[in-house]
Structure formats: C-alpha cells, structure tokens
C-alpha cells in the first residue's frame, strides 16, 4: 500500500488542483481530502451517494446553572480564558475558548460542570468518478482537526484494504501544525508543491524540515515556476543539495482557473498542463513505488 | 476623504484574514503597513501571527532587535514522591500522562497546558515545567513597527503561540504612553479553526481576503460562517478580480447577502505575481497600485471607527 500526501506550507500554492489531477490520473485509489478545516477538493470531486457521520471528539465544559454558586474557581482554573461569570453572577464557557480539558469540571466546589461529548464536524465517505472519497469538514471555529484527520486516514486505509486499493492520496492542509503533522503518520511520501516566491520558498523549507522529523521521503513540484525562473532554479538547486528530489515544474497558467471554474481536473481540461502534470504523476507515482519498497 | 482622529478612542487592531490559504493575507497586510502613515496618519504594527508559516517578514524586512522564546507549562512528575495512584493518567483528557509498567510518565508534545494534572495530584507530586512552542520576534522596518511569532517546526499546537504573541502585543501597546500607541495589523493564519479563531479575538474588525474562484469563494463562505458570530466587524478585499465568470458573481452575491462591504477589489494582474515572487509590496508596482493601497487603509480605518461610534 502507498500513501501520498500533497502538502505546501504556504496555502494557494496548487495543493488541490495538483491532487485533483492525481486523482483524475491514477489507478486503483481512494482520494482523501485532509484539508479539513477549509477542504476543496470536492469542488471538483463532485462526490455523489455521500454517507456521512458526526464527528465526536473530546468533550465540552457546560455550567448547570441552577447549580452554579458564582464561587469563580471554574474560571481561575480554566487556562484558555474560557469561563466567565455572567448575568447573575453564574459562570459561562465560551464553547469557542474550551479546550474540553476538564479542569473546571473536576475541580468545581459544587459539582456543577457537565461535561458532554462535543460534535466537532461531521466526516463522510462518496463515490466520484475517480472512485472512492473520503472527506470531512470540521465545524468552522471547531477543534481537534489532528484527531478528524487521523480518523479519516483510519478511514481511507480501512477501505482500501477492503476494496483491494493498492493507494491511498491526500490533499493535506496548508501549515506544519496539529492537521499536517497528523496527516503525515504511516505516508510513504509527501509531495510538496510550492512556488518560487519568498513566502513559498520560506514555507517549502519549514514543511520539509518537519517532513525530515518525521523521516518522510519528499518528491518537491515547483509550481508557478515562470513568474521568477532564477528563483525556481535556485529553489531546485537548494532540494537537490538536500537530496530532497525534485518532480518536475509547472507555469504560471490562467488555465488552472478556468479548470477550477468548468469544475475539471487539469488532465480533463486538457492542453498543455494537462499533459505536464501527467508527467509529473509519473514521477510521483514512481518515487512512492520506490519508497514503498525501501520501506 | 478625511480620516477621523484616531486617539479619541485608542490604537485600532485590525485582522486580516481568509478562509483559503493563497488568498492574499500577507500580500494585503504588508501593503497596509507600507501606506497606512501615509493613509490614516497614524503610526502602525505590524504583527505576523500566521506562526505556522510566517511571511510577513519576507516583505516589510524588518530589523529584529529581539528575540524571545515561548513556552507552554506543562507538568514534570518527581516520581519519588509519586505514589502511582492514576489521578494524573484518569484526568488527562490529551493522554498525555500516562504509567508505564512503574515509570510515571508525561509525553510533553501531547501535552495542552490546561494545569489539571497538577490540581488533581493527591501527592503533590507534579511541578510545573515547560516546552517551546516557538519564538516572538519584535523589530521594526523603517517607521513600521514589527512582531512576530514563529512555530517551533514539530510543534503542533500553535494556538498557544498565537495567544503568547497577541498577549506580547497588549503589553507593548500597554506601555506606551496613549498618544504614541500604533494601530496594529494582525496577518493571521489560513482556514477558520482554532488558529484562525484565536488569531482574530483581540481584533476590533476583520477583513476578509478572497478569491473569486470556486475554492476562494467556498473558503470565503467558511470564513463568514467562523467570524461572524464573534460580533465584530467584517469586511472584504476581493484579490486576484478579473476574469467576469461564475466565481465573481458568487463572491458579490455572497457578500450583499451577507451585507459585507468590499472595500477593494486588486486586479488579477502577472505584473503583481511578478511583484510578489521578488518580494516587492503591492504598492510599490504602481502608483495606481499604491493609490489602491492607500484607499483601502483609510477605508478600513474608518470601518472601526464607525463601529466604535455606532
């Protein structure tokens, strides 16, 4: 089994319309849509006979009012500001600030701190014309995207081994925090795509040094490579010095977004790009085979 | 167009944000910290809190005169006092206490900081310790005051190190005198989860960047449906405009719906990406550019001071 995930650092870089041809290119996949903060790729997935569940996880600190006695040691407890006394002198948890930690409930004179399951998000599984999807979407404001993103990644293996898949393709989220690092365990290889602007450099770089910590190959697409050509030989020339491999390049392309508008993948839309990132499929597909080997 | 008086009512903090990473949040802010003397007469910080994958910094090229580390209190056990009763490993809601075989043990990165531990220990036998969750940098480009965060690569929780730099930020505020406080400009982090949601508490307005295409306007529509409930004052700027289609119709849709002013539309212009990839400020490709610029400092300005008059 392979497993690929598609991360930037720097959000905007092509994550998503790079996996999206991914999918529309290979073989014998589940999709998987880890962005679940701000996810996209079903935007051009067109996922149909969704199934989907609430995400539950951790739980939410909430007064029992008529319990509450104003006595405030829920809120100097409470580290993340979330607990205030109110109307009447009773305390109230701000649901956005509760880390579900469980400090007030624990520690309340009165007992007066219920602790419910939270539902953070729901997670869903489709069918598209590339195959099987699996997707989430964390409630806006919502937490615990590390733990939604193990779970769909549970998810996709569970039914690539059922189904027979032989891989399993990410959109990862843009950062190097909670949702990426969780959607790097047990990856054969992430491919980072990035442009040749400071910021996406910049980024590149931090992503990569957290794709090192954890000791995961990395295939690098410089994106966008025309609006600074000395720029992306340099960013090359960098990875190639780090043994960080290089797959390919693509330009700066106004057909990108009107892929993204006619709801196509790039090998859909066709022309020129189309038959680019074909290439660097190839180059990916073959580095995670070879990946998967050395493992 | 006159810019009301600032100091009536105190410094402004204004978030920029997006639902979609890409849009153009570093891209609008740094162009506000370039014009915003120039536009709203008042002094102005710039504050990178996209800790993650900080940018800010690549275009204002401030000088850092300090840097300081950041930590997050987490427990150490003495495990001679440790009686193994399990209060630790039971409350611990992060599994990031646990007994192994007869070694207490805390597995620091898993670890929120919430103190819970520490209060429920019947021995006493926890202490706080801590872990580095990333730097703050404070520095200055020229007139324009910079802070910075940035995360510690491994590190996962960044919310932590948001909320360290925005307190850093109150306390630099909090020590000058009244009429030499500077308006501050958030440049916070994508999506609309907790990092972005703690990136835009200490804001007086938030303004939206987004993009007219599928995935912007989608984000875009995340992003209203995150920041709205918090009661402040939201407005967009509507980067990368061009192309009459489908996307640009959505986006104004959404926002008359809505009832979000845009307060700028940047066109969807090479010269700009070009601009962009040499780490030259949006109001430096053009005076038509920093005209643009300027206007939308002294829109953005008055939304806040409308809002504290209202």
Known sequence: ?295 | MHAPRAHAAGPLRLAVASGKGGAGKTTVSAALAAVWAEAVSRPVLAVDLDVEEPNLHLFLRPVIAASRRADLEIPVIDADACTRCGACREICQFGAVTILGDTPLVFDDMCHGCGVCLAVCPAGAMRPGSREVGRIEDGAAGAIGFVGGRLRVGEAMSPVLIRAVAAHVEALLADLPEADRPDVLLDSPPGVSCPAVNAVATADAILLVAEPTPFGVHDFALAVEAFSPLGKPLAVVVNKAGEPGEADEALDALCRREALPILAAIPDDRAIAEAYARGRLLPDVSSQYRALCRELARKAAALVREDRHA
């Open chain 1, 1 to 295: 089994m392979r497993e690929i995930v598609v991360l930037s650092g720097k959000g905007g870089a092509g994550k998503t319309s790079v996996t999206a041809a991914f999918a529309a290119l290979a073989e014998n996949k589940v999709v998987c849509d880890l962005d679940v903060d701000a996810p996209d790729l079903h935007i051009l997935l067109d996922p149909k006979n969704t199934v989907a569940e609430e995400f539950l996880s951790g739980n939410l600190a909430l007064v029992e009012r008529t319990d509450c006695d104003g006595c405030g040691t829920c809120r100097d407890v409470c580290r993340f500001g979330a607990v205030t006394l109110g109307a009447g002198g009773k305390a109230v948890v701000d649901p956005r600030r509760c880390e579900g930690c469980k400090a007030c409930v624990a520690l309340c004179p009165r007992q007066a701190i219920a602790f419910p399951p939270r539902v953070c998000g729901y997670f869903a599984r489709s069918e598209t014309r590339f195959g099987p999807f699996v997707h989430a979407r964390l409630d806006p404001g919502g937490e615990n995207s590390g733990r939604l993103v193990a779970l769909l990644k549970r998810n996709a293996r569970e039914l690539a081994e059922k189904e027979g898949h032989e891989l399993i393709l990410c959109d990862g989220a843009p950062g190097i925090a909670c949702p990426v690092i969780s959607s790097l365990s047990g990856a054969t290889l992430a491919v980072l795509v990035t442009e040749p602007t400071p910021s996406g450099i910049h980024d590149l770089l931090r992503v990569a040094e957290l794709c090192d910590h954890f000791r995961l190959p990395v295939g690098v697409i410089v994106n966008k490579a025309d609006v600074n050509p000395e720029q992306a030989d340099r960013l090359e020339a960098a990875c190639a010095e780090k043994g960080r491999v290089v797959l390919g390049r693509l330009p700066y392309s106004p057909d990108v977004t009107r892929a993204m508008k006619a709801r196509l993948t790039l090998p859909e839309y066709g022309g020129p790009l189309g038959e680019e990132i074909a290439r660097l499929w190839e180059a990916a597909n073959a580095l995670a085979h070879a990946c998967a080997k050395a493992r």
